[in-house]
């Protein structure tokens, strides 16, 4: 069935709200950055940003419906996002994902490149690994990591092989993150918490040269 226009109409109003609160943190620069809503399983079609737009601001001409191949269902002079293939991957590869979103920020760069040697990054004992939902003592997670890849089917592909159930994030080298959830709310925690777990590893790394370059060695 065809998404009905409430179902646009709410998809659209979350990624509006979602957009914001994310362009307030300076989370789309130079226009980059995807969201999208899931409004439909079977078959698949999801509300998705449309390419090369503004982030930080509001239009009419913000979203439009996709389906499962990433092609628009309606007809629209918009074209959806550049990377709609990788939201399409994921909703593919996990029926429950319910939204998926896209940042480029510093930190999630400084990570994905630091770490690309290993193709993951790892990280244990922090309570913000709760906001994935993962709740066991000392918990540990592993984001993985992929190349840049400017093809996009070949950068969807490369994303469908590593990513799992477990961890709901996916880092691409000096490029940005994709998080999921089941919903709007789920996915926005999961990426706010991946961007928190970024940062604090980071800026540990950084005071711990800060203090062996500062402490006498006699
Ligand atoms: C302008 S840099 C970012 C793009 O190359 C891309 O990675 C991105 O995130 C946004 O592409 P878009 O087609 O607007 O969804
Ligand atoms: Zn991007």
Redesign the pocket.
Known sequence: MTATFEQRLDAFRRLDDVKMTFARRDWF??????LSIKIESEPLQFA??????D?TKLSPEDYLVVDRDSRPVDSTSL??????LIHAVVYKKFPQAGACF???TVWNNLISELYFGQRAFSIQGQELIKGLGIWEENASITVPIVENFADIPTLAAAIEKVITPEVPGVLIRN??IYAWGGNDFEAKRHLEAFEFLFEYHARLLQLRQAVVSTTPTN
């Open positions: 620069p130079g226009t980059s950055g995807n998705v940003t449309a390419s090369g737009k982030k074209k959806p996002s550049a990377e709609t896209h940042v480029h490029h940005g």
